[in-house]
């Protein structure tokens, strides 16, 4: 090794190109469909970071953001945000990291047509660490009766 190497240099010497990425994307979640005007709870999920590890959630923040358009502001009609902190998302159990998100039916019983939601969730813990812990896409179609029951 040449001791004048810069770090990139370096860097690129040690990779290993049999390890696997440090790295990787959550997998995508369908949710698949529900009816426009209903009440979404969604399933209890575990909070781990694209690593795999687990993230305890004592003192965690937990935000879900579900928006048609990626580049919308998270508080753009029709975007839906629950958070721990607003309410619709709750800590089951913080040492297993488990959390649930509920949607009111007010969050979707005014949109027109069969909408398609990419969503994620995020964690703020206080050590600050800030992760994404789930993704993917959920479909609210549309259903006969307009009237809240």
Do not use: H
Not at 18 to 33: I, K, Q, R, W
Not at 53 to 76: E, G, M, R, Y
Not at 127 to 149: H, N, Q
Request: proline content about 7%; some cysteine; charged content about 20%.
């Amino acid at each position: 090794m040449n001791v004048n190497a810069s770090p990139f240099d370096y860097a690129m010497l040690c990779l290993d190109d049999d390890a696997p990425p440090y790295f990787v994307l959550l997998p995508e979640t369908n949710l698949g469909s529900v009816y426009r005007g209903d009440t979404i709870i969604l399933p209890i999920w575990e909070a781990r970071d694209q690593r795999g590890v687990l993230i305890p959630l004592d003192s965690a923040t937990v935000w879900f953001t579900a928006k048609v358009d990626l580049s919308d502001a998270d508080t753009d009609p029709p975007s839906i945000q629950r958070s721990t902190g607003v309410g619709g998302a709750i800590v089951v159990d913080a040492a297993l990291g488990l959390y649930q998100i509920t949607i009111n039916p007010s969050a979707t019983q005014n949109l027109e047509g069969n909408t398609t939601f990419i969503f994620d969730v995020q964690v703020r813990t206080l050590t600050p660490i800030t992760a994404t812990v789930k993704r993917g896409i959920l479909t609210v179609v549309e259903d006969v009766t307009r009237t809240s029951a």
